[in-house]
C-alpha cells in the first residue's frame, strides 16, 4: 500500500478453506493461509510462502511457564482457550491421544485468546509471530514438542490465471521479504 498509493488494497481475515473459495472463484487475488490436510486446493496454485511455529501461551505464575517445551497431552488437562481457527487441530490432537477435547472457551480472535490467559482463566496455544515483547511481563510461551506445531504457510492465486500487475507486485513483495521480517508489522 506504501509503495503503491493508487492501488487500493483490501485485507480480509477469514479462515483458510474461505480464502482458498475467495481466490478460486476470483472474488480475492492472492489468499495467504496455513496448509491443512483438509484443504481442497483444486482451484488454485500454492507457492510455498513461509513456516511458523505455534507456541503455548499460559500466565507467568503457571505451573507450565518453567518448562521450555510442551507436549499437547500437557495442555490438553489444563483450561485449553482455542481460537476458532485452530479447534480442528486440538480435535484431532486430542483423538490421537484417545480423548475428547471439549473447551470451556471458544473465541475467534488471538486477541481474545491472549486477554483470557492474562486474566489467569487458562492457557493457549498461537503463532509466536502474534505474540509482541510487551506481553511477557503477564504471559510465557513455551515451545510446543509436536509435529503438528511447525506450520507451512503458502500463497493461492487462481490456477491458471495470470495475475494483475498490482497482484503480481504484491507476490513480488511477499516472496521478496526476507525470511526473518515479519510480513505485517504489528498486532495480530
Known amino acids: 500500500a506504501r509503495d503503491f498509493p493508487l492501488v487500493e488494497l483490501v485485507v480480509r481475515e477469514v ?30 496454485d ?17 505451573a507450565l511457564s518453567a518448562r521450555e517445551t510442551v507436549r499437547f497431552e500437557d495442555l490438553l488437562p489444563e483450561r485449553l482457550i482455542p481460537v476458532e481457527s ?44 502474534l505474540l509482541s515483547h510487551d506481553m511477557f511481563d503477564q504471559v510465557t510461551s513455551i515451545a510446543i514438542d509436536e509435529s503438528w506445531a511447525v506450520r507451512t504457510t503458502h500463497i493461492a492465486t487462481a490456477r491458471g490465471r ?16 526476507p525470511r526473518g521480517e515479519p510480513a505485517v508489522s504489528g498486532q495480530g
Open 15 to 44: 479462515e483458510n478453506a474461505a480464502i482458498i473459495e475467495a481466490v478460486s472463484r476470483g472474488d480475492a487475488d492472492v489468499g495467504v493461509f496455513a496448509m491443512a490436510h483438509e484443504l481442497e486446493l483444486g482451484g488454485v
Open 46 to 62: 500454492v507457492t510455498p510462502y513461509r513456516r511458523d511455529r505455534l507456541v503455548a501461551v499460559v500466565p507467568n505464575t503457571h
Open 86 to 129: 485452530m479447534l480442528g487441530m486440538f480435535r484431532a490432537a486430542a483423538k490421537r491421544l484417545g480423548a475428547e477435547f471439549a473447551p470451556a472457551f471458544h473465541v475467534v480472535s488471538a486477541g481474545v485468546a491472549i486477554s483470557l490467559v492474562q486474566a489467569g482463566l487458562g492457557v493457549t496455544v498461537l503463532p509466536e509471530c
Open 162 to 177: 495470470v495475475l494483475s500487475p498490482p497482484a503480481a507486485a504484491l507476490m513480488k513483495q511477499l516472496l521478496d521479504r
